[in-house]
């Protein structure tokens, strides 16, 4: 059975700190592109950052760049997202996304699996 299980999420303060992780089983994960894509309350979904099966170049969206670092441990069939200098807006349901292929993808409609999400509250 394919899983995306996500962890991690929870509250905290404007500035402080996070990270989210992704396990995945079922599939050869080292063969998919990642994605981190979020859902804020009341919004579409909004792509945060891809990273190819062997790692590689990293982007990320214009809200969250310079902040978010995205990273992968194929090993340990796990992604990563570690979220610094948060913000409120920053509030949302994380979601890790598969592609299969040698690179991650922006696009809804090319992703495998997704995973349930891990909700990210940034608040005082």
């Known amino acids: 059975e394919v899983q995306l299980v996500e962890s991690g999420g929870g509250w905290v303060q404007p500035g402080g700190s996070l990270r989210i992780s992704c396990a995945a089983s079922?599939?050869?994960?080292?063969?998919?592109?990642m994605s981190w894509v979020r859902q804020a309350p009341g919004k579409g979904l909004e792509w945060v950052s891809g990273?190819?099966?062997?790692?590689?170049?990293?982007p990320y969206a214009d809200s969250v760049k310079g902040r978010f670092t995205i990273s992968r441990d194929n090993a340990k069939n796990t992604l990563y997202l570690q979220m610094n200098s948060l913000k409120p807006e920053d509030t949302a349901v994380y979601h890790c996304?598969?592609?299969?292929?040698?690179?991650?993808?922006?696009?809804?409609?090319?992703?495998?699996?997704w995973g349930q999400g891990t909700q990210v509250t940034v608040s005082s």
């Open positions: 990273i190819n099966s062997g790692s590689g170049d990293t």
């Open positions: 996304a598969s592609k299969y292929g040698l690179e991650y993808s922006r696009l809804r409609q090319e992703y495998n699996y």
């Open positions: 079922g599939f050869i994960f080292s063969s998919y592109g």
